[in-house]
């Protein structure tokens, strides 16, 4: 195996920002993790991370929340939402073509919240949609305490 390691560590330069194939640095990372431990390894216990943050979570109860309101017919999908001064972010992708007073349907902001994950399309909607019927939908997905706050 010693070989193949000093073939590897031989190797490596090339794959580096630089190096002639520095394109193929992540399959060479991959290929080199796999066989080899890395050499920077952690001494303590890790940090356990969720493997979904909580903003994806938010977007999925948002669409769950608008799409049970369509199918239950209380509101159509070409239904006009007015953009308020709060909703728009302005650091947000989709934001730079939308204004505060801009009429964007609940489809067009259900794609971009899909889409871009833009905090317009989500402020938008959490506005159009009052909270109780967040509360809801949070309680329908088994997450009762979760408060739908942004």
Do not use: C, W
């Not at 520095?22 to 969720?50: C, G, I, K």
């Not at 505060?100 to 959490?126: H, M, P, W």
Request: net charge neutral; proline share 5%; no cysteine.
């Amino acid at each position: 195996m010693r070989p193949l390691r000093n073939l590897l560590d031989k190797l490596e330069p090339q794959f580096r920002r630089g190096g002639r194939l520095e394109s193929y640095q992540a399959v060479f990372e991959m290929l080199d993790t796999l066989l080899y431990s890395p050499s920077d390894v952690s001494r303590r216990a890790p940090h356990v991370r969720d493997a979904i943050d909580l903003k994806r979570v938010m977007i999925i109860v948002v669409l769950a929340a608008v799409l049970k309101k369509a199918e239950q017919g209380v509101l159509s999908l070409d239904q006009e939402v007015t953009l308020g001064e709060k909703e728009v972010d302005t650091y947000a992708v989709v934001a730079t073509g939308h204004r505060a007073g801009d009429r964007v349907t609940v489809r067009a902001l259900l794609a971009e919240l899909i889409q871009f994950s833009d905090n317009t399309a989500s402020f938008a909607l959490a506005r159009f949609f009052n909270a109780e019927a967040f509360q809801q939908t949070l309680e329908d997905l088994g997450l009762p305490r979760t408060p739908p706050d942004r």
